[in-house]
């Protein structure tokens, strides 16, 4: 099976950085897409960025020109700078990926990294 790992979650004041990183191991034949979403309290889950296997990259309009995705293997980076209090989530990383040949893309979601953004 396919299990995913985050990490670099935790507290930062307003206007900082923190960077997330997932990394997935396991039966993996190819990888088509990478993201992370999040989750506030009393939200809905939301698409953050996103990364395909080609590098094509797309952001929720909230967080364009402060945050990056990126990747490296089977590994997902977020970079977060200018960080505001309603960052503040519950973070997911999200992997649309293939566990052999012929077979069907699935996804697989990380286990949640606390984020939280406040003075």
């Known amino acids: 099976q396919v299990q995913l790992v985050e990490s670099g979650g935790g507290l930062v004041q307003p206007g900082g950085s923190l960077r997330l990183s997932c990394a997935a191991s396991g039966s993996i034949f190819s990888i088509n897409r990478m993201g992370w979403y999040r989750q506030a309290p009393g939200k809905q889950r939301e698409l953050v960025a996103a990364i395909t296997s080609g590098d094509s990259t797309n952001y929720a309009d909230s967080v364009k020109g402060r945050f990056t995705i990126s990747r490296a293997k089977n590994t997902v980076y977020l970079q977060m700078n200018s960080l505001k209090p309603e960052d503040t989530a519950v973070y997911y990383c999200?992997?649309?990926?293939?566990?052999?040949?012929?077979?069907?893309?699935?996804?697989?979601w990380g286990q949640g990294t606390q984020v939280t953004v406040s003075s």
């Open positions: 999200y992997l649309n990926l293939k566990t052999g040949w012929g077979k069907a893309p699935e996804g697989y």
